[in-house]
């Protein structure tokens, strides 16, 4: 049972965060100075924010790296207002100077919020306490975060890892249990594909996550890092037999009324979801897999496959459930694949080069971002507020990257501060001894970490009112501040929203058109290594991964873009059925690998003949995205369509060909009509004011 309280995400998250800001607050109550222990308790929250609880070989190199930076920050605040300069302008400049960070590495652009987060909390200290000792808290506490997290590491090894390769059984379980209790509704994509996208999508977003973490740690050949990459071999196993196409409605009805193919597919795939969600439990709480095997229920299956040779689905599905069956008995990977090339990290002097551009996305976003500060800072100023920290630190909070998250997150912060306000109000009103205030927040503390990462707002109402408790216990001055913090946050988020809507947004309906290419692009990719006769198993994994990877970025743009404001409807219904199509594309990709691999390889000639025919309805298609006036190419399709129609065998690989030639050419119609109608963000104000009159 201890083993499910300490090593449960939720659990084992918020007693790490907890733990590391409330043992120097103990420390300093001990000896007597309680308001340094709590001006100390705010580093950690800049570490947090910087990613340097990040598990990494090069862990103290980048804890170095961050401390420093943090200490920059704080003594350059100082001497920019010990200077006169203008706090707007100080804000817009350390912005700017700790953006290309983000050019050097999505790991290291995460130390510029986290600088500017240490800027704010230099604001609200600087004039009380002198310039060394402000920087020496970011030192001190930084070393202190430091030393604690490699600990805790120590202690519970591999635990973010673990976490997460358990999701991903989790995941993966969700995932098949849906897709075939969705057996007969799949005469009707536009109701049952949907959902297996969204699970679709969190099992790519949570493999991505995985290989990060692997590239991150410091010893693979380690035994017990070689027993999780080995986990993970095999989930990227079962996801691709998973994720196999099944897209013949008229087979599977037609088997589900001759046969009980229906109730014996689903206890296959009950059976299976019920046996990766145990994986996922065991991986997670450090324990041992019991034996498993599935024979019984297979012999059904092989069975109905037998009785019905003329129907694919039996045969379609005893071949990739027993698979999956032998994935999960054995607990080995099918084959040992080579896993993605760590991400690039560009050099300070490239960095910078690449930086001083405005085609740099890293600048554009800095810019943003120290413009929102700067206007937070200048209506700080404005209402006569000496030091408009807590304007800044909303801003900081609730800014995202995209405008959906943003305003997701806007909402939250605003009514999780509200509802705090006024809980701490009423807390206040109440007198309670120093001790028993000091109780009180570090059980909501622990309280507000345990919910956070699974709902924001709720954590923020205990955040809020732990915040008044140390302005209380400080300045004996806590319910001065419930005015004026509800103001400031109001404030702070009406800028951050203003930002995303007005400072060079990049919407995601913009990037549609940019994500399909691209999504193509590693279509062409996988067609050409899988009608390679070298048939290298390891970069048919590879690329048979970053196939998945680019349709899910393409459907994520497709999700964000349906919430953005102005968008164009009827263009965006028809990147639906576009994606729609690309999903059903990637499935049969994914069943291709398993063929071309396991059981069956085309001949030289016929292999080129139908990439020939991939390749030019795939650049027909990148065509049409490039092109937006009228289709002058609809002859290429018929074309290429009866070329080939004719000459497709009955052979599993051939199947799936023909069919991705027909996905390809419906594509290929729906661009023709889509791009002509996408949305211009710019504009969208002018017509939505227009629209309303």
């Known amino acids: 049972m201890w083993r499910r309280v300490i090593y449960h ?86 912005t700017l100077l700790f953006g290309v960070t983000a050019e050097i590495s999505p790991l290291y652009g995460r130390l510029m919020p986290a600088a500017l987060v240490t800027a704010i909390f230099t604001l609200g200290m600087a004039g009380n306490l002198p310039i060394w000792r ?20 120590r202690l519970w090894q591999e635990q973010p890892m673990r976490e997460s390769l358990s999701l991903l059984f989790r995941q993966l379980a969700y995932y098949i249990e849906e897709k075939y209790s969705l057996l007969t509704q799949h005469t009707d994509p536009e109701k049952a594909l949907p959902p297996l996208l969204l699970r679709q999508q969190k099992v790519m977003d949570i493999i991505t996550l995985v290989y990060q973490q692997i590239y991150m740690i410091p010893n693979l050949k380690h035994p017990r890092h070689r027993r999780l990459i080995q986990a993970f071999q095999v989930a990227l196993d079962l996801q691709e037999h998973i994720t196999v196409s ?27 979801s019920q046996r990766l969600q145990a994986l996922a439990d065991d991986i997670l709480y450090h324990h041992r897999p019991t034996p498993f095997n599935m024979d019984n229920e297979l012999s059904a299956l092989e069975k109905i496959s037998r009785q019905h040779p003329d129907n694919p689905v039996g045969t379609f599905c005893y071949y990739h459930f027993s698979r999956i069956a032998h994935l999960l008995s054995r607990q080995k990977p099918l084959y040992n694949r080579t896993l993605m090339p760590v991400q690039s990290r560009l050099p300070l002097l490239q960095a910078l080069k690449s930086y001083c551009s405005l085609k740099s996305a890293a600048f554009r976003n800095a810019t943003r971002l120290g413009v929102t500060l ?27 990257n995209g405008y959906d998250a943003t305003r997701i997150r806007i909402q939250h912060r605003s009514l999780g501060t509200m509802i705090g306000i006024l809980a701490g109000a009423a807390i206040l009103h109440l007198y309670y001894s120093q001790n028993l205030m000091l109780i009180l927040m570090l059980v909501l503390t622990l309280c507000s970490y345990l919910i956070v990462r699974k709902n924001y707002g709720i954590a923020v109402i205990g955040f809020t009112i732990t915040a008044l408790y140390t302005l209380q216990i400080i300045s004996n001055s806590g319910m001065n501040y419930l005015l004026p913090r509800l103001i400031d946050t109001v404030i702070g988020c009406m800028l951050a929203f203003a930002s995303s809507l007005w400072l060079w947004p990049q919407w995601q309906s913009a990037l549609l058109r940019k994500n399909a290419h691209n999504a193509l692009e590693t279509y062409q990719q996988h067609l ?68 071309a691999r396991d059981q069956y390889v085309l001949v ?18 990148q065509q049409r995205l490039e092109y937006d006036g009228p289709s002058g190419d609809t002859s290429i399709m018929p074309v290429v369509e009866s070329e080939d129609q004719d000459e497709l065998s009955d052979t599993s690989m051939e199947k799936h060909i023909e069919r991705i030639l027909a996905h390809l050419t419906t594509m290929h119609t729906i661009s023709s009509l889509a791009w002509q109608q996408r949305p211009h963000h710019g504009m969208w104000l002018k017509r939505r004011l227009r629209e309303e009159g």
């Open 604 to 621: 030289p000639a016929l292999a080129q003949k139908y990439l020939n025919a991939c390749e030019i309805l795939i650049q027909a298609c």
């Open 528 to 595: 050409r290594q899988l009608f390679n006769m070298s048939n290298d198993v390891a970069e048919l994994a590879y690329t048979r991964m970053k196939v998945n990877q680019a349709h899910n970025t393409l459907f994520t743009s497709l999700n964000q873009a349906m919430q953005e404001p102005g968008f164009n409807t009827r263009y965006l219904a028809d990147m639906r059925l576009w994606v729609t199509h690309s999903q059903f594309l990637v499935e049969h990709l994914n069943a291709m690998t398993t063929i």
């Open 374 to 400: 700067a206007a937070g800072a200048g209506i700080g100023l404005a209402l006569n507020l000496p030091k408009p920290y807590w304007i800044l630190m909303t801003i900081m909070v609730v800014s995202q």
């Open 134 to 153: 402000v920087a020496s808290l970011f030192v001190i506490g930084t070393v202190w975060y430091g030393l604690f997290i490699h600990l805790w590491f």
């Open 9 to 94: 995400p939720e659990v084992n998250y918020a007693l790490r965060q907890t733990l590391v800001l409330c043992l120097p607050v103990l420390l300093f109550w001990l000896l007597g100075d309680l308001p340094t222990g709590f001006l100390l308790s705010l580093v950690p929250a800049c570490c947090s924010i910087g990613g340097l609880d990040t598990p990494h070989k090069h862990f103290f190199k980048r804890l170095a790296i961050g401390g420093t930076l943090f200490v920059a920050s704080s003594v350059l605040l100082q001497f920019l207002l010990l200077w006169s300069v203008p706090l707007p302008l100080c804000m817009l400049i350390l």
């Open 246 to 272: 099944l897209h013949q409605p008229d087979e599977v009805q037609k088997l589900v009324e001759q046969s009980q193919a229906e109730a014996v597919i689903r206890h296959n795939a009950k059976t299976i």
